[in-house]
């Protein structure tokens, strides 16, 4: 069973951090590239930012470029995604999503294998 668990969601006042988990279970993500999602109420489902499978590059959407930062542990199966200097606008359910296929490709959902549940970052005084 191929399971990613996204954990570390939860309110925060604008201009603070949170930091987002992705941990896998029933594979390892050594030889998948990790990319994350978000999906704000009433809104489609977005790419964040994406990080190759040895954690050598990385890129982001622009929102976020400059912000938030992706980053991984491959002997600890897991993937992290640093979120600084929040936004109300960064409210979303956050997913995560491992994928064969590289970051140079982009930051679209078709090359999604497994998914994550997803965590919730609300963003709010």
């Known amino acids: 069973q191929l399971q990613l668990v996204e954990s570390g969601g939860g309110l925060v006042q604008p201009g603070g951090s949170l930091g987002l988990s992705c941990a896998a279970s029933g594979f390892t993500l050594d030889y998948y590239a990790m990319r994350w999602f978000r999906q704000a109420p009433g809104k489609e489902r977005e790419g964040v930012s994406c990080?190759?499978?040895?954690?050598?590059?990385?890129n982001y959407a622009d929102s976020v470029k400059g912000r938030f930062t992706i980053s991984r542990d491959n002997a600890k199966n897991t993937v992290y995604l640093q979120l600084n200097s929040l936004k109300p606008e960064d409210t979303a359910d956050y997913y995560c999503?491992?994928?064969?296929?590289?970051?140079?490709?982009?930051?679209?959902?078709?090359?999604?294998?497994?998914w994550g549940q997803g965590t919730l970052v609300t963003v709010s005084s």
């Open positions: 990080i190759s499978s040895s954690g050598s590059s990385t």
């Open positions: 999503a491992a994928s064969h296929r590289g970051c140079l490709l982009g930051l679209l959902e078709g090359y999604v294998e497994v």
